[in-house]
């Protein structure tokens, strides 16, 4: 289904822009399921595989599978990509000579890996909803990890010939603030801004700007702009999180404390970040084959606002080799990738690594026995009084799994 970001009325009055372009390849709708010529079609759980090298084509764009054979079949979900075993690759490209690809969104029935030869991706981990946005004639995916179907795959381009207008700016820089924010967005002169406020894409129907605004709570900005022959930038973006007691910016620089890290994974800010904090308490911590920890840390060292590190690595990314590598109050800066798992809980996923530790004070530190029982579920919520079920019951500096 081929779309342009131009409404017919626009056409016939001629009053909006037309410099980009869209296509969709829905390959899992509301009735059924489209193979786009792709064979062989979906017919039960006998369908063969699709022959290596195969394309599709809608409208201005070809999609070519690659990666070798048993990569791709046509399924009841969408259009399957073996990932767990194999390597499949997704090629998408321009039907024509004059194409220019500047935005995918790869919506998938489970989560998978994907990575791509150019461009940025908006995830680096495996999840359901994979953006990409570049500047290329072509770009290859690879999607790993697991045998996922795709459902729906959206691509913004423009042809040879298109006015480029150069995107506005948005001010403050995309991050977690303690405080709320004004926004300002800038443009070249006597091109008008349009932006949205709710995650959507805009267009000249959208809210014209005039003014600088104010966000109080976590929002995504998008913008365009719009010169006088009304041709359209491309969309920028931009995340703003709000949360009191936030600093640092995620970089190594200026880490984000614990506070920071849970706004932006909850906002939607995601990837390769570094964050700092005191040991709250360890989960788990393998010593063996592993050599991994799960284990919380926050702002203070206190129970509030915790930041949830999982099977993560030691110092520089070494293995842990004892319990006492990693114990409560010991302050560390974690590298990692920060996810939001399940669409709700901040972590980091599997394989940070520790690149700053602080065991200041903790080596003396002595179990007292006769200190009191506090538990914890397991994702390290304070419980007051456990029912049945499996906890975290921290004395002291003891901290061990029980069944109550």
Do not use: H
């Not at 302050?331 to 690149?355: A, C, D, H, R």
């Amino acid at each position: 289904m081929k779309k342009f970001l131009l409404s017919l009325a626009t056409v016939l009055c001629a009053t909006s822009f037309a410099s980009a372009a869209e296509v969709t390849f829905e390959f899992k709708t509301a009735t059924g399921t489209n193979n786009y010529g792709l064979t062989p079609a979906y017919s039960g759980s006998n369908t063969g595989y699709i022959t290596n090298n195969s394309t599709a084509t809608e409208g201005d764009i070809t999609l070519t599978l690659g990666g070798g054979t048993n990569n791709w079949r046509n399924w009841s979900d969408g259009l399957r990509a073996y990932g767990k075993n194999n390597n499949p690759t997704l090629k998408v490209s321009g039907a024509s000579e004059g194409i220019t690809i500047s935005e995918i969104s790869i919506n998938l029935a489970t989560a998978l890996t994907i990575t791509a030869d150019s461009g940025t991706m908006g995830k680096t981990t495996s999840t359901k909803e994979n953006s990409w946005t570049g500047d290329a004639a072509d770009v290859t995916f690879k999607l790993k990890g697991a045998n996922a179907a795709i459902q729906t795959l959206t691509i913004t381009y423009t042809k040879a010939g298109a006015v480029e207008v150069d995107a506005p700016v948005i001010t403050p820089a995309e991050g977690v603030y303690g405080e709320a924010q004004e926004v300002t967005i800038t443009a070249a002169a006597d091109n008008k801004v349009y932006y949205t406020l709710d995650g959507s894409k805009p267009t000249d129907a959208s809210t014209l700007y005039t003014a600088p605004f104010t966000v109080s709570e976590a929002t995504t900005i998008k913008a365009i702009a719009v010169d006088p022959d009304d041709n359209a930038s491309s969309v920028v973006t931009t995340i703003i999180a709000i949360a009191e007691g936030a600093n640092g910016n995620g970089t190594e620089a200026a880490p984000y404390n614990a506070i920071a890290a849970n706004a932006a994974a909850l906002a939607g800010i995601t990837g390769n970040v570094y964050v700092e904090g005191t040991v709250v308490f360890v989960k788990t911590i393998d010593t063996g084959t592993y050599g991994n920890a799960e284990y919380y840390i926050s702002a203070d060292g206190t129970e509030t606002d915790q930041f949830y590190i999982y099977r993560g690595y030691g110092l520089n990314g070494e293995k842990f080799t004892s319990e006492n590598d990693l114990k409560a109050g010991m302050k560390v800066v974690v590298n990692g990738q920060l996810t939001l798992y399940n669409g709700e809980l901040p972590q980091f996923t599997t394989g940070s690594k520790i690149v700053e530790l602080d065991t200041t004070g903790v080596e003396d530190i002595e179990i007292n026995e006769n200190a009191p029982v506090e538990y914890f579920n397991l994702q390290g919520v304070r419980v007051e009084n456990p029912a049945n079920g499996l906890y975290i019951m921290r004395q002291g500096d003891k901290v061990v799994k029980v069944i109550k």
